[in-house]
C-alpha cells in the first residue's frame, strides 16, 4: 500500500479524525486519552458495519486483529489499515515483524513498548488529545498529535562530539566534515546502542545524528535522556540518503516532487521503512555520474566543499562550520 | 517499597485491564483512594461502586474507566500476588505508582522506560540489578545496565 489516509471513526459522541501516512504508525500517551475507546469502536464497526452506530469514514478498510490466531488471519488480509491494541503482544514478536514487511498493509499499532523488530519513524509517533466541543455540543472530537517535536531536541550550536547512527556512507561524512571543523565524531554502530555510546560520550554540546525514518523503537529512551541531559541533542533527518536528495545535489525534478510527498510513491511492501526506498532512490538517480552513490563507501566528490556545503545546508538548525 | 521489574517474567498479567475487568470487587471503587485516581487521571467521578460519571462519555460502567486507572487499582487492591504490567500505565499515572509503592510493598513489571521524572523523591528497588535508585535520574541511569524490556 502506499498513499496518505484521511481516516474519520465517529459516533453520537466521540469523533476522531486523523491522517495516515506510512506502513507503520503508533499512538502511545497518557492514560484515559481514548485510544482503548478507538479500538472498541473500530472493532464493532468492523464486525457489525453500519448497525453499529459506528461510522468509518475512509478509503481504505480500517479494521483491528486481536487473538491468538492472528498469523493465521494475517496473511490473507491485504491492502487495509489494520489497528492493534496494546494486548496484542504479538506485535513484540519477530514472527508479526516478519509478516507485515511482507504485507500490503498499513498498521496503526496502540503500545507503549518500543518495538525494536519494527523499523517505524520518529515522526509517526503519535498521542491523542481532545480538541474540544464544535458544532455539535454533544460530541468530544479527539485528534493525534505528534510525540516528538524536533524543536524540541535540535540545537543551533557547533557540537563538541558527534555520534552517527550510521557506520558507513553517512559516517564517513560526518566524520571527515567534523575532522575539518574539529569536532570528534565517532559511530554507535546501530540505533540500538546510540544511548549507551551518547551516555558514555560524557561531553558538554554532543549531536546524535539518526536515520529519522527508523529510530522509532529508541525515541522513548533518547527522548528522556536528552530531557535529563539538555547537553545532547539530537539531528534526525529520514536517513543520509534524504538529506543528499534534499540537497538539489541529483538532478531531476521527480526527486523533488517525491520529497515532497514521498508517501504516494514508497509501496509498503517494497520499502519496510521509508530510509530504505530513499537509498534506492539516491542510488538509482545518481548512477553513471559523478556523485555516484554507494552506502558501503562514501563517494569522495560528496566531500568536494561545494558539494559539502549544499549537504550541511539542509541541515537546518546543525552548525559545523 | 516500589519495586521494578524490566522484561517477562512469570506471574506477571500482561493485560491488566482484562484481569481487571474479571477479578475486580465493588468496594475497590468506592474506596477513596480509587475515588481520587479515577478523578485526576480520568476526569470522571465515582457515583456508586457501579455507575461513574464520564464528562465525555457520560454515565459509564466500571469497565469503561482507563486501562491505566485499572492497573493503579489492581495494584492497590489485588492481593493474588500477581504483578501487574505498568506499560499498560500512561506516564500520568506515574504520581500514583509511586504513591501506590510508599503505602505497600508493590512490585511492577515494566516492557518500557517509564517516565517518572515528574515524581518528587523517586525512590525504587531495581530487580534486574538489585540496585536502589534514589532518584529519576539514578533510575534512568540504571535502566543502560538492563538489557530486558
Redesign the interface.
Known sequence: MKGKYHIIVQNKRLRYEFDIRRNLTIIRGDSATGKTTLINMLDSAFSLGEGSGIEVVCEKVCRTLRGKDWNFLLPQIHDQIIFLDEESSFVKSKEFAALARKSDNYYVIITREDLPNLPYSVDEIYGIHTSGKYHDLRRTYNEMYRIYQASEFSADRKPERIVVEDSNAGFEFFKKTGEEAGIACESANGKSNLRNVIAKAAVKNLLAIADGAAIGSEMNELYQYMMLHPEVRCYLPESFEWIILKSGLIDGRIVQQILENPEAYIESREYFSWERYFSFLLTEQSKDTYLQYSKNKLNENYLHDKEKRAILKVMNGIKFL | MLKIIFGDIKNSV??P??YFDNQYEDEWITDPMSVQMIKE???SEVVSARLIDSP???PISVKEI????KTLILMAFDDSGRIFNA???????AGWIAEIGKRKDLTINL???M?F?RVKNFEALMLNTGKLVHS??EY??E??CIKE?
Do not use: W
Open positions: 500482561y493485560h485491564p482484562t487521571i480520568d476526569k465525555v462519555l457520560g482507563s486501562g491505566g486507572v506499560s499498560a500505565c500512561g506516564d500520568n499515572c516492557h518500557h522506560v517516565d521524572s529519576y535520574a534512568l541511569e535502566t543502560l524490556r
